[in-house]
């Protein structure tokens, strides 16, 4: 008996979470599959119809845009909070007196919650009270900075306050890795006369690359289910011009009745996640096999 | 003894408990949660209580009834939905086909209800033929209102054609005030379109594209006049109107920042809170062209089990279509009673107009359900030609394409 406790006592700790994540995750990854499948409206029904919610979702003009949306937001976010979070750290490990006070000033965005960020970037970027208003009142008259309310621009005021949350936390990873970075290969490279912005590029940064990718990971589903910022920010608007695809689901899940639109939008959003998980994973694994 | 003295005991707890669950009951989901609507709510309450119900009060804010919608949604598919639900429009008719609305036409029936409703109104009640909900108020959506003062200083009379509206807004923007005062929120967008379309296209076309979803008149030269002038009331708002709410727009008008709002008579209840009196203050009028377009509150009725539930269910309808209910809730909510025999001598020179107008409209066929508020139209449609409007009105678009873009969106919407 206790021997075979001894043998099986792991596996009946991890059954109960093993079945949750079965069922919560994967069971209803596998609903969702087959509601986005069907005609299902205002209550799933579960009569298979074929493909009809993908072509009106790839029909819509709408889905364009967050799609759209989605890749501008994703790729400057993440390039941008990455190099701006590396810069900080760089600039921060350069044994400066103040550092913890610094650290946490830029760390303590991440501490907001999103419809915070959001919300106070609406007001610093509304024209009739925040910045442009300021700036004017000082005596600029003609200075506009309305990117907010104007649709060609609005997306990129999502990237702002985005960029403005996360950096500090990427560059609290960057800091470690920094830190983690044999000394004594610093101290040779210093040794042999080689430059400072030598040492960086060619010795630390390469030896940090699991952390970018660690960063980049986090990034990356931060940016994919963005939806908090975008509705504290610009509610969607002006119009539908910062519609992200998880607003895009918000919509036809809650507001519609189109649940069969909303599944098929959640499987094209899993689709992305996977295309960007499986490679990271596949490397993971090979890497413990080698 | 002592036995038989409990017996007795019991017997008389089995008999005090048992009055106690008897009698009506009723289980009511709605969103009426902010101050004047939550003390309508009260009234009926009042009402039910005072008829020997009991009411479960089951309110559910956020998102403009989403939260509530998507608490419906679990109740139902765990097969205990509630007694009654504030339901409007099509959606009625979208969960009766699910199978799970109560038939109340005895109630409608012996209360004479089709009487007393307006026969377009009263279709929104019925689900193939039966009465499946019961009627609040009419919210009038297609209003313009106005700064009187800002009028009078200016020499404008109220329009009663867009080409004065557009006349009298650019006077106004010389003169440096906001001709319209506007939130960019694609439901206020949809609001100022339907109001536009209904004054261009006329009730018939209106009709006729918003309610049948007629291709040749959503892809017609009259909904490129439409767009065309959406185009030019959007010259018309500030530059800051992006995401403002419709409140604040109202409050512009109020202090005289800008001069037109076309909104529902919800923004009434923000003049009346300010202490402005209609007609002095402000103005009201129906936007250019015939027509009257209506918002109608509603409960639903669910299918329930239990002869005190369904007791509880006829007499909420009973009250709710009841003369003093629909003039108590009126009053607080800025709408007018639903049903046309109630006396309007309480009601303000907004809610007449209103009453009078809604029976001229029933009577010659232009009483017509508001699109933006999904009276006309079911979610997916509704919202797929929202799209268009507000993608239109925040761009540069052209007319012909926003048309062609209708066309489609409609199609894919189905």
Redo the contacts between chains.
Sequence with gaps: MTKWLEENTPKLVLAPSFLAVLVFVYGFIAWTAWVSLTRS???PKYEIEGFIQYE?LF????WDTAINNLFVFGILFIVIAMVLGLVLAILLDQNIRTEGALRTIYLYPMALSMIVTGTAW?WIL???LGLEAMVRRWGFEEFTF?W??N?DMAIYTVVLAAIWQSSGFVMALFLAGLRSVDGEIIKAAQVDGIPTWRVYTAIIIPSMAPIFLSAFIVLAHLAIKSFDLVIAL????????TDLPATYMY?MA?????IG?AASSAMIMMMVVFTIVVPYLYSELRSKDD | MKSYLMGAVSSVAILVSGAAVAGPEAEVLHWWTSGGEAKSVAVLQEEFAARGGTWTDMPVAG?GG?AA??AL?AR??SGNAPTAVQLKGP?IQ??YE?GVLADISDVAEAQGWADVLPASIAGHMKCEGTWCAAPVNVHRVDWIWANAEVLKANGIEMPTTWDEFNAAAEKLQAAGIIPLAHG???WQ?ATVFEAVALGILGPDGFRKAFVDLDKATLTSDKMVAVFDQMRTMRGFV??????RDWNLATAMVMNGEAAFQIMGDWAKGEFLAAGKVPGEDFLCLSVPGDGFLYNVDSFAMFDVDGADKIAGQELLAELIVGQNFQKVFNLNKGSIPARTDVSLDDFDSCANLSADDMAASSANGSLLPSYAHGMAL???QS?AIT?VV??H???DMSSADAVK?LA??VA??M
């Design positions: 409206r205002l209550l009106r029909a819509s003009p709408r609406k509304n024209p009739g309305d907010l309310v649709p610009t509610g969607g608007g002006p119009g539908y011009a919509a809650f507001s519609r009745g189109d639109q | 998102g989403d919608m998507t949604r139902v598919l959606a979208e969960w699910e960019g929120q694609a967008d500030d530059s800051n109107f992006s995401g079911r979610g997916a919202g799209d507000t993608a009105f925040n761009s873009m489609d969106a894919n919407s």
